[in-house]
């Protein structure tokens, strides 16, 4: 049973515009959603976090949008750069647990010139 | 080095042979993880140590064994690799309810 899903394999995106990758979970007692990227051949690497308190996060130009009543969290990336072309993974946990963190299946995201 | 080191990054094994995968980490980090990386699958998550001599199973355990008789040190060991078990393998730490740091990964290949 899945408990957090990206739903879109892939995306691509021209450069300069708006990326918008999603995340449905759940799982109603995770309160904490982060957002990780992947180069080939490279370990994954922490992005943005949000906590289930707050409803936004933004970090330069990542913002990550958590709708709790949805069970859906978004990461927008504005303006898309070409070195954003990445796999990008959605987790969470309940930080009463553990710290263990659940992931979805990923989102390839390329930035076209 | 600081960080999270995994070695190897490319091993090769055949079927039935018991094979270690190595993680260190030199943060004092007090959790540290074990994930596969499987198309289709995302991470999913092996075993976890919440601390010394304390781990526990993840959502896919069975075939894997691990130990942490150090903080900074937690292998994985595969006691009779199977094909099922051509992955990659990422080790990652934390602390309490920070995010995750991950090495850099194992590329395993069971023939």
């Known amino acids: 049973d899945q408990q957090v899903k990206q739903n879109s394999p892939s995306l691509s995106v021209q450069e300069g515009r708006i990326s918008i990758l999603n995340c449905d979970y759940t799982?109603?007692?995770?309160?904490?959603f982060l957002w990780y990227k992947k180069y080939p051949a490279e370990g994954p690497t922490f992005l943005i976090s949000?906590?289930?308190?707050?409803d936004k996060n933004e970090d330069g130009r990542f913002t990550v949008f958590l709708n709790k009543s949805a069970k859906h969290l978004s990461l927008h990336i504005v303006p898309s750069q070409p070195g954003d072309s990445a796999v990008y993974f959605c987790a969470a946990k309940n930080t009463g647990t553990a710290s263990k963190l659940t992931f979805g299946t990923g989102t390839r995201l390329q930035v076209t010139l | 080095d600081a960080g999270i080191t995994q070695s190897p990054r490319y091993k090769i094994t055949e079927t039935g042979r018991q094979v270690t995968l190595m993680c260190h980490q030199t943060?004092?980090?007090?959790?540290m993880f074990w994930y596969r990386q499987d198309l289709g699958h995302g991470l999913r998550l092996i075993y976890y140590s919440a601390a010394a001599d304390i781990t526990d199973k993840g959502e896919v355990p069975d075939g894997y064994v691990v130990s942490r008789s150090k903080t900074e040190n937690f292998p994985l060991t595969l006691e009779s690799a199977t094909r099922s078990q051509t992955s990659v393998y990422f080790c990652?730490?934390?602390?309490?309810?920070?995010?995750?740091?991950f090495g850099q990964g194992t590329r395993l290949t069971v023939v």
């Open positions: 799982n109603s007692m995770f309160d904490y």
């Open positions: 949000i906590s289930s308190i707050k």
């Open positions: 990652a730490s934390s602390e309490a309810n920070t995010e995750a740091f």
């Open positions: 943060w004092s980090h007090s959790y």
